[in-house]
Each structure stands twice: as C-alpha cells, then as structure tokens.
C-alpha cells in the first residue's frame, strides 16, 4: 500500500519560513514526478512546484518562485518543501503527490495527471 504523509505545517507570522517534508512509503518515485499542491481557503486546488524525477528539471508556480525550493532525500524516500518569506497569501491546505510517470511540461502541474495524494498539512501565514 502505498502512502504519503505530509508533515511540518503550522501557523507562523509573515516572513518567516517552513519546511514541509512527505514521507513515502509503499513505492519509490524517484524515476518519475512528485509534487506539492495547496488549496487556500475556498479556493480550487494548485500547483506549487514539481520535481520530475530524482536529479531531474524542477518547476515552480510563478506566486511561490525565488521563495520556495522543493527537494528529494531518496535515502529517506521523502520529498521537501522549503517555504521562506512566508506571506499571507501562502496559507492553504499543502499537498504532496506522485506520479507513477514523468510528467511534462503542463502535465506537471495538473493535479488529475498524479496517481497518489497525502492528507495534506495546513499552513497559515498570519500578516
């Protein structure tokens, strides 16, 4: 069975930083694509960065780049979320996903194109 586990979210001021880290189990995804995704309050679900496979192109939504890094530890089989320079504007209900391919170009960022989801681990950003 395979699972992800976001963890590392939290309520921080404006400026401050957050890592986020997925744990996987179940799977490896380090030869295909693996994502975060938020969903802000009552809003749809969207892209915030993508690694399309370990040592591989990385992506970034324009709203979060030069801020956010998303990274891999295949050791640890864990994917990261690096956020600095937190803003208001950031807090949402923060997803990791995999992907059992790699996904390019658009396809990176639409989420019916990843196979497996975490619970999701919310960050709010207080101004």
């Known amino acids: 069975q395979v699972q992800l586990v976001e963890s590392g979210g939290g309520l921080v001021q404006a400026g401050d930083s957050l890592r986020l880290s997925c744990a996987v189990s179940?799977?490896?995804?380090?030869?295909?694509?693996m994502g975060w995704f938020r969903q802000p309050p009552g809003k749809e679900r969207e892209f915030v960065a993508a690694?399309?496979?370990?040592?591989?192109?990385?992506y970034y939504a324009d709203s979060v780049k030069g801020r956010f890094t998303i990274s891999r530890d295949n050791a640890k089989n864990t994917l990261y979320l690096q956020m600095n320079s937190l803003k208001p504007g950031d807090t949402a209900l923060y997803y990791c996903?995999?992907?059992?391919?790699?996904?390019?170009?658009?396809?990176?960022?639409?989420?019916?194109?990843?196979?497996?989801w975490g619970q999701g681990t919310q960050v709010t950003v207080s101004s």
């Open positions: 179940g799977r490896t995804f380090s030869s295909s694509t």
């Open positions: 996903a995999g992907a059992t391919a790699r996904l390019y170009g658009l396809r990176r960022e639409e989420s019916r194109e990843y196979d497996y």
């Open positions: 690694s399309i496979s370990s040592g591989g192109s990385i």
